[in-house]
């Protein structure tokens, strides 16, 4: 019997972020896993080599440290395997290679992260894949989309940029009846406020650049599939050698540790700041599923347990004015707020969002779309440079 065995089995999730991959009597009793780097693996003799009879064989396909973070997150989404992939978009894009072929359909959200697209547009397309997006609106109703050939449907909920949420267990019922794959993005949200498994997805997907990093200095990604569709992930994964890094790997098991406690900041100081930008004359709408007001709210309220720090807003602007100088204009008058992409760090950030390339929705039209990723700073002090902001934008 080890130290760990004494266990209890049903902890809640801080704990489970605490414990999660790594039992410290497996190595002398460390608290955290050792890096093991590799890309040699040596086998004691030539038949053990020639049957592959050992746990690692390889250094693409896993060493101690990157099962270390796949057994954390295969507990914390409820998974039968996870695959680490080098970004958020090689999770997305090597899970669509997995269950795609030629000649196949897929159905893909209009809110889908806009690097998603691209490929999908690009690389999909060549491959003689059709692709349609669908309104992040539609639950049981995706059922008129559905072709002989839909073989994929990708949600992402709530949607990048614009916040939509989508009725997941409507959408998977209708997909299972089809035989399609259902995955889904769960970047947002992480299994601790959503477990997308539970509601009838089959492959959960995040950027662990994100959250589980949580310090703007790692890219990786993660995509976590149910039992019936674990072993098709596992070995089109295997196949295309786009593997995680063990020293990645170690960094976000340590940065999952704290995911937890940094997501109730998140979310607290984002609701705080949903909440002070909603009484504003210069605001036009708020899109953030935690505000009551929200369109959506009531589906994020049925199904989340939480809500991450990223949220949109739009700027009011007087009719005839110009969006992009308005925006720009309040970017730059924001000083704590830096100017960037990757959201889920510690640092508060805003950008002007770009919404010209969506096909079914339709941009907000009273004023510029404003993202802000709300960090750890303190609260008044976010505010205050919010409103530097609001003053420059004039
Ligand atoms: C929702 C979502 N999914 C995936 C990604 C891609 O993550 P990465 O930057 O690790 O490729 C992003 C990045 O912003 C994202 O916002």
Redesign the pocket.
């Known amino acids: 019997m080890t130290a760990n065995d004494s266990r209890p089995t049903r902890v809640g999730s801080n704990t489970q972020l605490v414990r999660a991959g790594h039992n410290p009597f497996d190595f002398h009793g460390f608290v955290n896993p050792p890096t093991v780097r590799a890309s040699t693996v040596l086998f004691p003799d030539a038949g053990t080599m020639e049957a592959h009879g050992q746990k690692y064989t390889y250094g693409t396909r896993g060493t101690p440290t990157t099962d270390a973070l796949c057994t954390a997150i295969n507990e914390l989404e409820g998974a039968a395997g996870t695959i680490l992939l080098p970004?958020?978009?090689?999770?997305?894009t090597v899970t669509f290679l997995a269950y795609l072929a030629a000649g196949d359909h897929a159905l893909i959200v209009d809110s889908v992260?806009g690097?998603?697209r691209r490929f999908c547009d690009t690389v999909l397309t060549r491959f003689g894949i059709e692709v349609e997006y669908y309104d992040p609106s539609l639950g049981a109703e995706i059922e008129t989309l559905f072709k002989p050939n839909t073989r994929l449907v990708h949600l992402?909920a709530p949607g990048?940029n614009t916040f939509e949420m989508q009725d997941i267990p409507a959408i998977a019922a209708v997909a299972h009846r089809h035989d399609a794959v259902v995955t889904m993005?769960n970047?947002?949200a992480t299994p601790l406020y959503f477990r997308p498994l539970d509601f009838g997805v089959d492959v959960s997907i995040q950027?662990?650049?994100?959250y589980p990093a949580g310090h703007a200095d790692i890219?990786?990604?993660t995509a976590s599939a149910n039992a019936r569709r674990w072993r098709r992930l596992k070995h089109v994964h295997g196949e295309l050698g786009i593997c995680g890094a063990p020293d990645d790997a170690y960094q976000v098991l340590r940065g999952l540790r704290t995911m937890g406690v940094r997501l109730e900041r998140h979310q607290k100081s984002a609701l705080a700041i949903a909440e002070w930008l909603e009484a504003r004359d210069d605001v036009a709408r708020i899109l953030y599923p935690a505000l009551p007001s929200f369109p959506d709210h009531d589906i994020w309220k049925r199904d989340f347990k939480g809500a991450s720090g990223v949220l949109s807003f739009v700027l009011a602007v007087a009719p005839g004015r110009d969006f992009k100088v308005r925006a720009q204009g309040f970017l730059n008058g924001l000083s704590l707020f830096g100017l960037g992409?990757?959201?889920g760090g510690f640092q508060s950030l805003a950008l002007h969002v770009d919404l010209d390339d969506r096909r079914v929705l339709r941009a907000p039209n009273e004023g510029p779309v404003i993202r802000l990723h709300i960090g750890l700073e303190d609260i008044d002090d976010l505010k205050a440079d919010l409103a530097r902001g609001f003053d420059a934008a004039g």
Request: aromatic residues 16%; proline residues 0%.
């Open positions: 970004s958020g978009l090689a999770a997305v992260y690097n998603v992402e990048s993005d970047t947002w950027a662990s650049t994100k890219l990786m990604g992409y990757s959201w």
